[in-house]
């Protein structure tokens, strides 16, 4: 093992991770061949490191990177040279709020070379994926803006606007118009059709609008303190515009939240709520696919499973460029019984966000636990850090390694789990947690994590 040990830390010191872990794996299936046995607690520590490593590299790498050129302004009136400039500015810093996206400063415009050469130079230059250029020109009582959204390696054109409006509304416009751009470089880059369809189409309010997808970065990081930080900005979006259904839904995502992973004293108290905002959202938008959505999941926490699964199809049908509504299905369809359906709507929400948010990443192992595929399960619930951090990952962590065989391993998890929540028990959260439709979904998870030694 010390050997081993040595050669992982010789390929991680030249930057090559995969084969450390390779080493490792390979290390562990000749030595450990036996059920019960299991590599040091140092050696495994190492290799957490080297996974959680690979996995900030990951997404460093696939997060989208974005640079805005000045937008040039075009015509004969110096005067209105203050258009482009301005515009560019507060473009720029409508997207630095944009989740999920890394804006980098960009360059002086360039020396008159087109757009596709200025993107390959600026894609080089400032290691981005993706440049946003345009112009902005006064022609007689006319204001015209064009965007365009280029891929640096391959000069490729993605995306391209025009906007015509009157030159006396420049200022008034100028809002509206990088509101649109900001939209789609959303849907574009980061949220999939979902923020176009979904999370814009309900508000007119501006301000609201960012204060919600503020809110979903904060969510999903399925912490306790970011949900806190996501119902204070719900909160003050719903403030702003009191009809914004995408405010109400995941609000009540909120309370599903608090009472799945104990952060109420009330479980059943936080589930009626989060069927509150349910119906509200539903009385202001009866078609909203994601209150559907919401509605399905609050009556599977009270276990009402009847007329579940018609609520979560007709949330995938009035959503169905959705990717967390797609997700929502999947998790849903585990719960009630169906996971192999399961799977392919979690595949089809990855397909559909391809920068797809890591807690997805649990709702894969979910649905990989309860169809029998413990190690594809495990794999899953191991692969980010976030699904690793979250308790419904933990808890099928352990369970997987026990239902493989895998004793120690299964243990080792949940010791650190009691650890960090000494007063988790089968009995007080799992009910919680996972509420199985079938009993014999509960009687295997109870039967896992009490082989792992889970109180």
């Given at each position: 093992?010390?050997?081993t040990?040595?050669?992982?830390?010789?390929?991680?010191?030249?930057?090559?991770?995969?084969?450390?872990?390779?080493?490792f794996q390979r290390y562990?299936?000749a030595?450990f061949?036996?059920p019960?046995?299991a590599?040091?607690?140092?050696?495994?520590a190492?290799?957490?490191?080297?996974l959680?490593e690979?996995?900030?590299?990951?997404?460093?790498?696939?997060?989208?990177?974005?640079t805005?050129?000045p937008?040039?302004?075009l015509?004969?009136?110096?005067?209105?040279?203050?258009?482009?400039?301005?515009?560019?500015?507060?473009?720029?810093a409508?997207l630095?709020?944009?989740?999920?996206?890394?804006l980098?400063?960009?360059?002086?415009?360039?020396?008159?070379?087109d757009?596709?050469?200025?993107a390959r130079?600026?894609?080089r230059?400032?290691?981005?994926r993706?440049?946003l250029?345009?112009?902005?020109?006064a022609?007689?009582e006319?204001?015209?803006?064009?965007?365009?959204?280029i891929?640096?390696?391959?000069?490729r054109h993605?995306?391209a606007?025009?906007?015509?409006r009157a030159?006396?509304d420049a200022?008034?416009?100028?809002?509206?118009i990088i509101?649109?751009?900001?939209?789609?470089m959303?849907?574009?880059?980061?949220?999939g059709?979902?923020?176009?369809?979904?999370?814009r189409?309900?508000?007119?309010?501006?301000?609201?609008?960012?204060?919600a997808?503020r809110g979903?970065?904060?969510?999903?990081?399925?912490?306790r303190a970011?949900h806190e930080?996501?119902r204070r900005?719900?909160t003050?979006?719903?403030?702003?515009?009191?009809?914004y259904?995408?405010a109400?839904?995941?609000l009540?995502?909120?309370?599903?939240?608090?009472a799945r992973?104990?952060?109420c004293d009330d479980?059943?108290a936080?589930?009626?709520?989060a069927?509150?905002?349910?119906e509200r959202?539903l009385?202001?938008s009866?078609r909203?696919?994601p209150?559907?959505g919401?509605m399905?999941?609050s009556h599977?926490l009270?276990?009402?499973?009847?007329?579940v699964?018609?609520l979560l199809r007709?949330?995938?049908e009035?959503?169905?460029?959705?990717?967390?509504?797609a997700?929502?299905?999947?998790?849903?369809?585990?719960f009630?019984g169906q996971?192999?359906?399961a799977?392919?709507w979690v595949?089809k929400?990855?397909r559909?966000a391809?920068c797809?948010?890591?807690w997805?990443?649990?709702?894969?192992?979910?649905?990989?636990?309860?169809?029998?595929?413990?190690?594809q399960a495990?794999?899953a619930?191991?692969?980010s850090r976030i699904?690793?951090?979250?308790?419904?990952?933990r808890v099928?962590?352990?369970a997987g390694?026990?239902?493989?065989g895998e004793?120690?391993?299964?243990?080792e998890?949940?010791r650190?789990l009691?650890?960090?929540l000494?007063?988790?028990t089968?009995?007080t959260?799992?009910?919680w947690?996972?509420?199985?439709?079938?009993?014999a979904d509960?009687?295997?998870?109870e039967?896992d994590?009490?082989?792992a030694?889970c109180?």
């Amino acid at each position: 093992e010390a050997l081993t040990r040595r050669i992982m830390v010789a390929l991680r010191g030249a930057g090559r991770l995969e084969e450390a872990i390779a080493a490792f794996q390979r290390y562990r299936a000749a030595c450990f061949a036996q059920p019960g046995l299991a590599p040091s607690g140092e050696a495994q520590a190492l290799l957490q490191d080297l996974l959680d490593e690979r996995d900030a590299l990951r997404l460093q790498a696939e997060q989208p990177s974005l640079t805005v050129c000045p937008f040039a302004s075009l015509g004969s009136d110096a005067g209105l040279r203050w258009v482009g400039a301005g515009f560019t500015e507060n473009l720029t810093a409508a997207l630095t709020r944009l989740p999920g996206l890394t804006l980098i400063g960009s360059l002086p415009a360039g020396d008159g070379a087109d757009s596709a050469t200025r993107a390959r130079e600026l894609g080089r230059e400032l290691a981005v994926r993706y440049v946003l250029t345009g112009s902005v020109q006064a022609s007689g009582e006319r204001l015209r803006v064009t965007a365009q959204l280029i891929e640096t390696a391959t000069a490729r054109h993605l995306w391209a606007e025009r906007y015509d409006r009157a030159l006396s509304d420049a200022l008034a416009v100028q809002d509206e118009i990088i509101d649109r751009i900001v939209v789609a470089m959303q849907v574009q880059l980061t949220e999939g059709e979902q923020a176009r369809s979904v999370w814009r189409e309900t508000t007119d309010d501006l301000q609201a609008w960012e204060l919600a997808i503020r809110g979903l970065a904060s969510f999903r990081l399925r912490t306790r303190a970011g949900h806190e930080e996501a119902r204070r900005l719900w909160t003050a979006a719903l403030q702003r515009d009191p009809s914004y259904v995408m405010a109400l839904v995941p609000l009540g995502w909120i309370y599903i939240g608090m009472a799945r992973y104990g952060w109420c004293d009330d479980p059943a108290a936080a589930a009626r709520l989060a069927e509150d905002y349910a119906e509200r959202a539903l009385e202001r938008s009866p078609r909203s696919g994601p209150a559907h959505g919401l509605m399905a999941h609050s009556h599977i926490l009270q276990r009402r499973y009847g007329g579940v699964e018609a609520l979560l199809r007709r949330a995938a049908e009035l959503n169905a460029s959705g990717a967390d509504t797609a997700v929502i299905v999947g998790a849903g369809l585990s719960f009630i019984g169906q996971p192999r359906e399961a799977l392919e709507w979690v595949r089809k929400a990855m397909r559909l966000a391809p920068c797809y948010p890591e807690w997805y990443l649990a709702v894969l192992a979910r649905a990989h636990y309860f169809c029998g595929d413990y190690a594809q399960a495990v794999q899953a619930a191991q692969q980010s850090r976030i699904s690793r951090q979250m308790l419904g990952g933990r808890v099928l962590t352990a369970a997987g390694h026990a239902a493989l065989g895998e004793l120690e391993a299964a243990r080792e998890c949940v010791r650190d789990l009691l650890l960090d929540l000494p007063a988790f028990t089968r009995a007080t959260h799992l009910p919680w947690l996972f509420p199985m439709q079938r009993t014999a979904d509960s009687d295997r998870l109870e039967a896992d994590l009490r082989a792992a030694g889970c109180p």
